[in-house]
């Protein structure tokens, strides 16, 4: 593994635990968390200023010891995948490059979320990630989000991306259809799901009300929609 040490990232944290988010909820998977984001969010659970730097080198070694620990039975090793998440992982695409190849080279299946902005970033690494779980972040709740910058995202990874949009009594209905438009604008087929901003607890961050309303409006425009709250905060696990 010759992997060059200049594209280090700073990484929160690298852990086995179960999807708690979105299509693939329950899926056991090793989570990659990157510190820092390039968008501030009111509901966002992630602190930014942990972690430390690492190698691509010293990531990949983390990384397959927890799938050898998890994902390892009489001596194979069974449908490993490995989610990038944070904060925002495109940020460190020079990173990516040198990791996602490795593990697609170890048969593991990449899944990549993330907030759906930087769509040059993820052009670059495109052709090692399997599933892209990309968020489309509405104003008031995100600051800095772009419906265009989004649009141009969706474009780019349609046949592998579902989308999510977080939901709170805050989300401007407005901002919410316009951001339904410009997924069937794409393509009615792209799954949505619809997350309820989701406390410790497991109590909503919307009223129930609002929720079927929008909804509502999402079944109106496109043929998959969802609503799942965040499941590892009900399970109470990372
Ligand atoms: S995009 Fe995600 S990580 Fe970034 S501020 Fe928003 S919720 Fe937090």
Same mark, same amino acid.
């Given at each position: 593994m010759k992997l060059k040490p200049e594209s280090s990232a700073k990484i929160s944290e690298i852990f086995f635990s179960f999807q708690g988010e979105g299509l693939f909820a329950g899926k056991p998977q090793v989570f990659v968390r990157f510190s820092g984001c390039n968008l501030s969010c =009111? @509901?966002?659970?992630? @602190?930014?200023? =942990?972690g430390k730097d690492m190698t691509p080198r010293a990531a990949l070694l983390e990384i397959l010891g927890l799938i050898r620990n998890h994902f390892k039975s009489n001596n194979k090793i069974f449908k490993p995948s490995v989610a990038f998440t944070g904060g925002e992982p495109l940020l460190r695409a020079d990173f990516l490059s040198a990791v996602l190849p490795e593990l697609k080279k170890a048969g593991v299946k990449v899944y990549l979320e993330t907030n759906g902005i930087l769509f040059k970033e993820y052009a670059r690494v495109s052709g090692y990630v399997d599933v892209v779980a990309m968020d489309i972040k509405l104003m008031p709740d995100c600051k800095n989000s772009s419906l265009a910058l989004h649009r141009q995202f969706l474009k780019a990874c349609r046949k592998k991306a579902f989308v999510k949009i977080v939901l709170t009594d805050k989300t401007a209905r407005a901002e919410f259809v316009k951001a339904l438009s410009l997924i069937a604008g794409i393509s009615k087929k792209v799954s949505l799901v619809l997350q309820p901003a989701t406390g410790q607890n497991g109590r909503l961050g919307i009223k129930p009300a609002r929720l079927y309303e929008f909804t509502r409006l999402a079944r109106e425009k496109l043929n998959n929609v969802y609503v799942l709250p965040q499941m590892h905060k009900i399970w109470n696990i990372r």
């Open positions: =009111s @509901y966002c659970d992630t @602190y930014h200023k =942990s």
